[in-house]
């Protein structure tokens, strides 16, 4: 746990770590951060004292810091130390409320990509009318650009996710664009499209087409496929939405005597469509395409959406899906080079030097 990350700082991270053991008897916390300040809150919960270590982090990655400035001269960081505890094999996952970009971009550097991978991607969760009650939507603002193959390989990390998270066998995945028609959409759409059927059954995944914004919440689709750029604007228009819709709503219920005596009437099932959609509950978007299980918790995270990244990161870890993943994505990535080859060699062509080809970033 970056235990300093996050606006409401350490205590709600460690009352979240405290909600989670009660629920969890399996789970175990390193806390990186400010030892003093953790050795006390944590001697507040009883029950975190036996599975809690310690590890003493002095310096706190800012909400406003660049990510940059943090891969510089971050190395005495909460976030650094977290992301380290992954590396070295003491954690299973990461769980931090911090700077996005800045934990993305210590990730990167920290953990290295997945073989195959281009950029890495932030999956998020999404209320859905499906069984599962949620859809995945990849990538949400890690890159807001994305090629065909990065599409692609954004679909096979989703649907190993989805996979993992909900226990489904086969997850339905679609494809973000400006209608469902085939002739729809910028060419590299199209034949990420083609790509993504094609790499159906190495995913294990049912490819369902090109879908629209109306079907993010639908029971039509579990994984939605778009570019970062795309994708943080549908989640940010969905939350601000959603805002709105509950604000109306307590507005109207509490607009006279009738209107508060049918929102007596109606207590229980408001209570259930609160809990259901509560964004405490969908709280983590997690980091696909690194060698490590990395959540990232909403900034603004009180005790019980820490827990709910808690969960997730957990469940992921536990299940084993990274190493799946890694498998399916080097098989893609191999399959697409041979054909790159193929097609070269049926051009006349070979392949380039080493020494021509660009370097990757970290």
């Known amino acids: 746990m970056d235990a300093m990350g996050g606006d409401k700082g350490p205590s709600a991270v460690v009352e979240g770590c405290a909600v989670s053991a009660a629920k969890n008897p399996e789970i175990a916390f390193i806390l990186h951060g400010d030892e003093t300040t953790l050795r006390a809150l944590v001697a507040k919960h009883p029950a975190l004292v036996s599975i809690t270590r310690i590890h003493h982090s002095p310096g706190v990655v800012r909400m406003d ?142 490819f369902v087409g090109f879908v629209e914004g109306t079907d993010l919440a639908s029971a039509h689709v579990d994984v939605i496929v778009t570019d970062g750029f795309t994708g943080n604007i549908a989640l940010k228009t969905g939350e601000g939405t959603a805002r709105l819709v509950s604000d109306a709503l307590r507005e109207e219920l509490s607009a006279n005597l009738l209107s508060k005596l049918g929102a007596l009437a109606a207590l229980g099932p408001l209570k259930r469509l609160r809990k259901r959609m509560d964004p405490r509950r969908m709280n983590g978007g997690v980091f696909l395409g690194l060698n490590g299980t990395v959540v990232k918790s909403h900034g603004s995270a009180d005790a019980t959406g820490v827990s709910a990244a808690i969960k997730l990161a957990f469940t992921l870890a536990k299940s084993g899906f990274q190493e799946r993943m890694a498998e399916r994505l080097a098989s893609v990535a191999d399959a697409v080079e041979e054909r790159a080859l193929a097609q070269g060699k049926a051009n006349g062509k070979t392949a380039p030097d080493t020494d021509e080809v660009e370097e990757g970033q970290p």
């Open 65 to 206: 810091d660049k990510p940059a400035q943090v891969m510089r001269s971050g190395r005495e960081t909460s976030m650094w130390s977290a992301l380290t505890s992954v590396r070295e094999g003491e954690a299973m996952a990461a769980v931090s409320c911090g700077n996005t970009g800045a934990l993305m971009a210590v990730a990167m550097l920290r953990l290295r990509k997945l073989h195959g991978v281009h950029r890495p991607a932030i999956a998020c969760l999404w209320p859905s009318r499906g069984e599962s009650g949620f859809n995945t939507m990849l990538d949400v603002g890690a890159d807001i650009r994305a090629d065909e193959e990065s599409l692609l390989q954004y679909a096979l990390m989703g649907a190993a996710y989805y996979r993992n998270a909900f226990n489904a066998p086969c997850p339905r995945v679609g494809l973000l664009n400006v209608g469902t028609e085939d002739h729809k959409g910028r060419a590299e759409i199209k034949e990420a499209a083609r790509l993504i059927a094609e790499a159906a059954e190495i995913g294990r995944y049912q």
